[in-house]
């Protein structure tokens, strides 16, 4: 089993932020591979599913970002589950807008989310990094992160996340480096 992650702020006012990107790719993977209804647990919303005959859970903290930790370290320790069986799906600053990246471990690049999961349970989950571009200056950060994507984004925006959703059974599998591979190669098209 696995539980996979979509990091975001709750409610309709966040939800085309850049930084609920995490909550758009989960989303997308739900509706892709017809997971269950969703429930509420573990202070999130949470849905069940199968991918690539993996069975997986799917999470959206309800807590806000800065608290991510809490929702994602109850589910981990109810299912009696490491963080190898960990993936969180994050917006990235330091990533070109719509890259899309895999790590395991590493930085917190500033994330209050990924900050949040370090302080309940350690640094060694894997990561699916999705690029926002930074938008050059540090004061801009603030404003860059909580925006909506532009119009002029959406068509890169749902590429991407259909590209994620449609190879993610190699992340079932656990397959990243031809996750990261298929997904570019989608973005080309």
Do not use: C
């Amino acid at each position: 089993m696995q539980i996979w992650t979509g990091l975001g702020n709750p409610g309709p006012k966040y939800a085309m932020h850049r930084h609920n990107v995490g909550f758009m790719a989960v989303d997308v993977i739900a509706e892709m591979y017809r997971f269950g209804p969703s429930q509420k647990k573990f202070q999130g919303w949470i849905q069940e599913g199968t991918i690539a005959s993996e069975k997986v859970i799917l999470l959206k903290p309800a807590t806000f970002m800065n608290e991510s930790g809490r929702s994602v370290g109850e589910a981990l320790r109810f299912y009696k589950l490491d963080t190898d069986a960990l993936t969180v799906f994050h917006d990235e600053l330091d990533l070109a807008p719509f890259k899309v990246k895999v790590r395991t471990g590493g930085g917190l690049a500033g994330h209050n989310g990924l900050r949040s999961i370090n302080q309940h349970l350690g640094p060694d989950f894997r990561r699916v990094r999705i690029g926002i571009g930074h938008p050059g200056h540090k004061d801009r950060v603030h404003g860059h992160v909580l925006g909506n994507y532009a119009k002029a984004e959406q068509d890169d925006l749902i590429q991407m996340l259909a590209a994620i959703g449609a190879e993610a059974e190699w992340l079932a599998k656990g397959d990243d480096p031809r996750f990261m591979s298929d997904v570019a190669l989608r973005m080309q098209d």
